[in-house]
């Protein structure tokens, strides 16, 4: 896991006041961490040029020209000039030895974007536009100093921003760049030290990055077992009932010992999966909402929902007047998608808005529901899988474009409806269970387009 912070400057302040470290060391830091990134991953014989802006993080790229000077064949770019102190200090730098100025973006092996860093918030103007249209047009190896121009604290993505192979972050993560659209458009991250361990320049955050390496998947150890040890899911079968199919199988996959469909009717499962039309005594937790429907009225749901069981929301409960009394509980886990979670946001009274108006500030609305529901575990589903409960929140950014296909959040569903199953804590299950499934995804080896769920049910065996 690591840290995520919505902005730097108070990190960066913390390194002048306290550790004695000044702007000057700091930016010297930042260029070095850039130039042996690019000396460890690209040979002495390419062509460079780095885009320059008027700033602090132009300042950055010229004191990276000089690093590479002579290493490479390297040109500078200052389309804005050089205006701010650091900028003019390191453009005298560069000029005393001997560093190449081009007038016109050109041909070359490697671009460097240090147009804008993490400061701007203001929309971009046509000239930047335009520059920034034709290096995403330029044929070469795109790389963006501490974060992609166009790219804002915020997440938002500006029209024409950089879009970069590789992001070489300055000092720590940024929360923006996880949003959902900058998924697209910051390629691989990696953090550049400015001259302190990240343990001593980074503070405390709400914020922070799954890692890979974080899933935990439920292998048993103990020999001594049946297949009551391993919990028993019940999962409500409604209208669509491939959906809850789905979701069971993924439940029995992901270790459950037991998984009962609950219907009104007699239904065609597969073998490993059992039925009734009530809730077996032996359950340990529940999912409900996949493929509901109108099969089940608040009335015949009731008997299901009268205990104090782990529980699973998905899908067609997030319009339900129901959820508000469900809401109360401890022990529950809610996974919408966005147009669910705007449902959701609605039917609490927190916000009535639009899709575009949450994707745009996901970050804000999940940090909302979460201050007034302290005790739900939420996942919100995207490009970046955003999890939260209470004022904790955790970003899984392993999704992948194969996982958007119909029935792969019931898997989902499934897969954490077996963690809590198993006893696993709300928190931990959504976690675990969303890691598991985009790992399981990444796993997939055919081509991006094929992949079903079935296929994501199987590759849970490749964990």
């Not at 602090?56 to 770019?77: K, T």
């Not at 914020?207 to 919990?231: C, E, F, I, M």
């Not at 609490?348 to 302290?374: H, K, S, W």
Request: charged residues 20%; aromatic residues 6%.
């Amino acid at each position: 896991m690591q840290k995520l912070f919505k902005e730097l400057s108070t990190l960066d302040q913390r390194c002048y006041e306290h550790f004695c470290l000044s702007e000057d060391i700091l930016m010297e830091h930042a260029a070095d961490g850039m130039a042996d990134y690019i000396h460890q991953h690209y040979s002495d014989h390419e062509r460079i040029i780095i885009v320059c802006g008027s700033g602090n993080n132009g300042a950055d790229g010229i004191a990276l020209a000089r690093l590479l000077h002579q290493d490479y064949e390297v040109s500078l770019y200052l389309p804005l000039g050089a205006k701010s102190k650091m900028a003019k200090l390191q453009y005298k730098r560069a000029q005393a030895i001997g560093v190449i100025e081009c007038k016109k973006i050109e041909a070359c092996d490697i671009l460097v974007d240090a147009l804008f860093g993490s400061g701007l918030s203001r929309p971009l103007d046509t000239k930047s536009q335009k520059l920034l249209q034709k290096m995403n047009q330029l044929t070469a190896i795109k790389i963006a100093c501490d974060i992609p121009s166009g790219l804002q604290l915020d997440g938002l993505v500006q029209p024409e921003s950089f879009r970069a192979d590789i992001t070489l972050s300055m000092g720590a993560l940024k929360l923006g760049m996880f949003s959902d659209s900058a998924k697209d458009i910051v390629g691989d991250i990696t953090v550049i030290n400015l001259g302190v361990s990240r343990n001593i320049y980074e503070s405390e955050s709400d914020w922070t990055l799954l890692d890979a390496s974080d899933l935990t998947p439920p292998y048993r150890h103990q020999h001594n077992t049946h297949k009551g040890s391993y919990g028993h899911l019940s999962v409500v079968c409604g209208e669509k009932e491939g959906a809850a199919i789905l979701s069971g199988r993924a439940a029995i996959r992901y270790g459950t010992g037991l998984v009962t469909l609950i219907s009104k009717e007699k239904r065609q499962l597969p073998y490993e999966l059992m039925q009734s039309s009530l809730l077996p005594t032996t359950t340990t937790a529940i999912a409900l909402g996949m493929g509901l429907g109108e099969t089940f009225s608040e009335k015949s749901l009731q008997p299901l929902l009268d205990n104090n069981l782990a529980l699973l929301i998905d899908a067609d409960l997030f319009k339900h007047p129901l959820l508000l009394t469900l809401l109360k509980r401890d022990n529950i886990i809610l996974t919408p998608h966005p147009k669910e979670f705007v449902s959701l946001l609605r039917l609490c009274q927190i916000a009535d808005i639009t899709v575009e108006t949450l994707q745009n500030n996901r970050f804000d609305y999940v940090e909302l529901f979460g201050e007034r529901y302290p005790n739900v575990t939420l996942l919100l589903k995207g490009a970046n899988v955003i999890i939260t409960q209470g004022k904790h929140f955790y970003i899984n950014p392993h999704g992948t474009n194969r996982l958007a296909k119909g029935g792969s959040g019931d898997v989902l569903s499934g897969i954490i409806g077996a963690l809590l199953a198993q006893g696993i804590p709300p928190l931990q299950a959504a976690i675990q269970g969303s890691l598991a499934h985009t790992t399981a995804a990444s796993n997939f080896t055919k081509n991006s387009y094929s992949l079903v769920p079935q296929d994501l049910i199987e590759a849970l065996t490749t964990l």
